[in-house]
């Protein structure tokens, strides 16, 4: 894993996951809420994005995961329950999904200076192994960077990273965005 730590969210965490993100909550004020919310983050104050997050980090479930290098957060997914991304569901209502509640890695965000040294890889290694743990399929809709036109927003992850993990591609949501799973 690149000599990262991984861990799910913590209630303590909050600091360090805000620290992460920074004043500008890592995506334009997104603070993580795009696949909850869908286009509705970017609509209303950044505040209140922060407080969801806060909110969700303080809860008993974790919403995530933050990988750690010496003592410091420099990677974070959303990885939560299908059933809670209500965006994606009503979203691509073209797209069968499995009837489960498989756990999805939604969103990734890198620290600037830990960029290409394999911080999302560590976080889908440690999702697979969570996984595999606890018995749920893994799922994720990373962007496929060979599709033609495929965008250059690649929070949802790449697919080559998923891949290269043991991830299957089982379907899409649109040309440049790959469903995968791991096994179920």
């Known amino acids: ?55 969700q980090v303080r809860r008993e479930h974790s919403p995530g995961l ?4 010496d003592g410091a957060a420099v990677g974070w997914a959303r990885f939560t ?14 797209y069968d999904f499995p009837d489960d509640d498989a756990r999805v890695l939604s969103c990734f965000f ?3 200076a830990s960029r290409g040294q394999g911080v999302m890889s560590a976080l889908i290694e440690h999702a697979v192994t969570q996984g595999n743990e606890h018995g749920y399929a893994v799922e994720g809709y990373p962007i496929d960077p ?25 379907g899409r949501l649109a040309a440049d965005r790959a469903v995968v799973r791991t096994k179920s």
Request: aromatic share 14%; proline share 5%; net charge positive.
């Open 1 to 55: 894993m690149s000599g990262f730590k991984v861990r799910a969210v913590r209630k303590g965490d909050w600091s360090a996951l805000e620290e992460l993100f920074g004043r500008a909550g890592a995506s334009n004020g997104c603070w993580c809420q795009y696949w909850l919310l869908g286009p509705e983050y970017h609509r209303r104050d950044r505040q209140l994005n922060r407080a969801a997050l806060a909110r």
């Open 66 to 69: 933050l990988a750690y290098s």
């Open 81 to 94: 329950p299908r059933s809670q991304l209500r965006y994606v569901l009503d979203r691509f209502k073209g």
């Open 110 to 112: 890198t620290a600037r």
């Open 146 to 170: 060979s599709a033609p036109g495929a965008t250059r927003n690649r929070f949802p992850g790449v697919l080559p990273a998923f891949l290269e993990h043991g991830f299957f591609e089982v």
